[in-house]
């Protein structure tokens, strides 16, 4: 299955912004649905965004209107734009392939003052 490896996480005060990516081994133009998913401390992992091979995106309602997932097939790279970070938003990321059912390591995305 593709290799997916996640960066851009860190710490990030209230109301700022955290740029996250998804760098694959092999081409995802042929991959109809990537996403990103999260996971807080003591929840279930959840759907934050989903985008289809052209481009579609699909959000999580605790996230619309914060967020913006894109993919460039030609760099076979996924990202996550996140603006307005609420501490609620603190998880842990993770890019997954829908289609392959491969998921990334995660990265750590932690909001706090």
């Known amino acids: 299955q593709v290799q997916l490896v996640e960066s851009g996480g860190g710490l990030v005060q209230p109301g700022g912004s955290l740029r996250l990516s998804c760098a694959a081994s092999?081409?995802?133009?042929?991959?109809?649905?990537m996403g990103w998913y999260r996971q807080a401390p003591g929840k279930q992992r959840e759907l934050v965004a989903v985008i289809s091979s052209g481009g579609r995106p699909n959000y999580a309602d605790s996230v619309k209107g914060r967020f913006t997932i894109s993919r460039d097939n030609a760099k076979n790279t996924v990202y996550l734009q996140m603006d307005n970070l609420k501490p609620e938003d603190t998880a842990v990321y993770y890019c997954?392939?829908?289609?392959?059912?491969?998921w990334g390591q995660g990265t750590q995305v932690t909001v706090s003052s």
């Open positions: 997954h392939a829908v289609d392959l059912g491969s």
């Open positions: 092999g081409s995802i133009g042929s991959i109809t649905w």
